[in-house]
């Protein structure tokens, strides 16, 4: 997989990049999350001003065998606009922090999107046809005269330009006293759970005038308050099972036929402290940023600041896989609290589940200095790769990275005082059936796919 | 920030202090644990102090640094070094006296509230049905600054758990240590009745002006911690008053040369009076001589009343 060669090896290619050239960042067209539909015919980005840009795969080319169909624009719209809390005399950011999407079931796609604080449901619809020959109706809608009517005709459909409209079916408000993290739609595709920094709660997707709170560790005395909830996404075949991940680097399994409120956790997975490592930041860099289920729902994943740790819903007590992305970063760690990147919450993604895919058990997270890192679970080795403009053609593959935490720096590794701490990456996404994957970096999108022969 | 290899001075600073985890223990490491441990408790509360987002700041991000500050004084409390953390000492009154106020509904959940809506139900055996989520958001809204006249009924948190305390100044803390069952929020209300009268809570009040038990000097080290989370706002409204302007230059080693003359804020210039004084008592420690040991910090009523009256700004 490394790229040395042979067998089952994936290699990265650069395939696509969106997004503005220039260097200097407009604050809104920061993205803030990235989401594959379950055919990942579509692929959603949300962005710090609020908006969804939503690209499509075009349609294989069957002449053109080398790569597979290119993303491009489908539907932009502007998901949240930023409010005022009047209470608290606070802006309400419209930054989308989550967007997960709902099974197609009829024409129309649907997706939920989240701010701070409110989550809203969006149809996504086509319309290539339009009506024409109405009797009372021009062409250009002006009503006619009655009297001029004399005969009458059936209305039929013609063929108009594609036009792709989003509009809001749900808007799911005012059950978040905290800012929300996350949002997870049940495998039975009638409810969905939002998590926000202390509370859980469970919604129907039809109903948005009410909502269950089914985790709550806000406590009496908020200045007890040590721990709060980072993550939380149902299993991906019980649909009574969910977990959440903490500040503290635990993660909680629960299952909502135990209780109505979820406080008592099932399962409690958290893995002893490693008295050699101990340091201030201990705590910090075990907060914990993403939980993902692999697909089975036998395994999750979760990202804490320096490493991604495999799980086995079997065993509570420790990690059964532990993968470093950045340990060159321990030694720094003063410096990255100053500087807040300490609190940088890095996501991660499993491979596609798709049966092509699935021999290969892969999982990918980012890092600065726009490097990526995947990590094969088969074979144990891992790589780093960077999103840049630069030396990025068409179906090049794309160089492993090397990053020299001390000593002498050989050619071409990167020394860990030369890296770029404004260019992270934080959100990966891995296309749901094929070896194609989308990382963005701070207002890019890129698209890599594995070389196809 | 670190990267494209320009080397900060503070870099410098902390190159000697990272890297290998240091034990208290270890004789010549000590010290530079120490600076270590000091450099990394004032950065938070930098960070705490001096953010002024138009947002709420992230309660994530506050928790883990509350966290390590409280696991700091933990440290120093049983390693029985009271340098008292002074460096909250002063609050400007003035503009923040009506955020204050604003910020005084909130407040009030942060005590037990007896007849919340979502403690009543609680009272519902949870095991048998759902918590409609909007019930939850009651006690946000909850405006009752009496419920917060709660002490009697509530038993006074042990010392060890003032860790996390208000993010007011330490005039509150002292109001607290005359309290016998002091949370922030009643140290809030004690300073509010105290200062204005506006609110009559001649409970409190009279707890605040009496004497009460005051806890031990190491208890004192608990100082400013904003344990105010509920009112992530109200750590917005102290940017006027920064430490750096009042303490610290910047976080390289003029840290540890105090000079009170350079506080520049007017509020803050107010305050020097009292704050001064009490700063150099309390920061001379830190700029050449070793940690010096049990020093416990004593304030009487009049003292308290001065500070009453600079921190109301009358």
């Not at chain 1, 990526?372 to 990025?392: C, G, H, P, Q, V």
Request: overall charge negative.
């Amino acid at each position: 997989f490394l790229g040395a060669g042979g067998g089952n090896d994936i290699q990265w290619c650069f395939s696509q990049v969106k997004g503005a050239v220039d260097d200097d960042v407009a604050e809104a067209d920061i993205i803030s999350t990235v989401e594959f539909n379950h055919s990942g015919e579509l692929l959603a980005t949300g962005d710090k001003g609020g908006r969804v840009v939503i690209f499509q795969q075009e349609q294989e080319n069957k002449t053109q065998s080398h790569s597979r169909g290119e993303y491009n624009v489908y539907s932009t719209f502007q998901s949240h606009e930023p409010e005022f809390d009047y209470l608290k005399s606070l802006e309400i950011e419209e930054k989308i922090n989550k967007i997960r999407w709902l099974p197609q079931k009829n024409a129309a796609q649907f997706l939920l999107s989240t701010n701070d604080k409110t989550i809203k449901l969006w149809k996504i619809s086509e319309r290539d046809k339009r009506p024409e020959g109405y009797n009372l109706k021009e062409e250009d809608g002006r009503y006619r005269d009655p009297t001029t009517v004399t005969t009458l005709r059936v209305p039929v459909f013609r063929p108009m330009d594609l036009m792709v409209e989003a509009s809001p079916r749900r808007i799911f408000a005012n059950a978040h006293t905290y800012h929300i993290n996350s949002i997870s739609i049940n495998s039975d595709y009638e409810t969905y759970l939002s998590a926000d920094d202390l509370r859980i709660n469970l919604w129907h997707l039809e109903i948005t005038d009410r909502s269950f709170n089914i985790v709550d560790i806000k406590p009496a005395n908020m200045e007890e308050l040590t721990e709060v909830i980072t993550a939380a996404e149902f299993h991906p075949n019980s649909c009574s099972t969910f977990v959440y991940s903490s500040s503290k680097g635990t993660i909680r399994l629960c299952d909502m036929r135990a209780s109505a409120l979820c406080d008592r956790h099932s399962k409690l997975f958290e893995e002893p402290e490693d008295p050699s490592n101990r340091s201030f930041f201990s705590e910090i860099i075990s907060s914990i940023s993403d939980v993902k289920f692999s697909h089975s729902g036998r395994y999750m994943m979760t990202r804490d600041y320096l490493s991604v740790k495999i799980w086995d819903l079997n065993m509570e007590n420790r990690p059964v896989e532990t993968y470093q992305v950045h340990e060159y970063l321990r030694s720094k760690l003063c410096s990255l609290y100053e500087n807040d990147c300490i609190f940088d919450k890095f996501e991660c993604c499993w491979n596609g589940s798709d049966r092509q895919v699935e021999f290969l058990s892969l999982c990918t997270s980012g890092s600065y200095n726009n490097f990526f890192r995947m990590f094969d679970r088969n074979t144990k080795r891992d790589i780093t790769l960077e999103a840049s403009r630069e030396n990025n053609k068409p179906r090049t593959v794309l160089k492993p990275r090397k990053v020299c935490a001390s000593g002498k720096r050989k050619k071409d590794e990167i020394s860990v005082d030369s890296l770029d701490f404004n260019k992270k990456i934080l959100h990966t996404a891995w296309h749901p059936k094929e070896n194609i994957i989308a990382v963005a970096t701070t207002n890019n999108l890129y698209i890599f796919q594995d070389k196809m022969n | 920030m670190l990267g494209k290899g320009g080397k900060r001075k503070f870099d410098e600073h902390e190159d000697g202090l990272e890297g290998k985890v240091v034990s208290p223990t270890d004789g010549p490491s000590k010290v530079s644990y120490t600076l270590q441990r000091q450099t990394i408790f004032n950065i938070s509360l930098m960070k705490l102090y001096n953010h002024r987002p138009l947002t709420e700041p992230s309660l994530q991000k506050t928790v883990l640094i509350n966290n390590m500050l409280r696991r700091i004084q933990e440290e120093l409390k049983q390693e029985g070094s009271l340098r008292p953390m002074f460096v909250a000492a002063s609050q400007p009154a003035d503009p923040l006296g009506d955020n204050f106020r604003e910020a005084q509904p909130a407040f009030s959940h942060l005590a037990p509230p007896a007849l919340l809506p979502a403690e009543l139900v609680s009272a519902v055996p949870l095991e048998s049905c759902l918590t409609p989520a909007s019930l939850l958001e009651d006690d946000a809204f909850c405006t009752s600054p009496a419920v917060q006249h709660d002490g009697p009924t509530k038993p006074p948190p042990p010392p060890a758990l003032q860790a996390v305390k208000d993010s007011f100044s330490s005039a509150l803390d002292e109001i607290e240590e005359l309290c016998p069952a002091p949370t922030s929020a009643e140290a809030v209300a004690a300073a509010e009745a105290a200062a204005d009268g506006s609110k009559a809570q001649p409970g409190v009040h009279a707890k605040a002006e009496g004497v009460a038990e005051s806890r031990t000097a190491e208890a004192k080290l608990m100082d400013p911690l904003p344990g105010n989370f509920e009112i992530t706002a109200s750590t917005g409204f102290l940017t006027d008053l920064t430490l750096d302007d009042i303490l610290f230059a910047d976080i390289d080693t003029s840290m540890y040369d105090f000079d009170p003359c350079t506080s520049a804020t007017g509020a803050a210039s107010k305050m020097a009076p009292v704050s001064a004084d009490e700063l150099l008592k309390t920061l001379a420690p830190y700029s050449s001589q070793p940690v010096t040991p049990n020093q416990p910090f004593k304030m009487d009523l009049t003292e308290l009343d001065h500070i009453m009256e600079v921190l109301v700004g009358s």
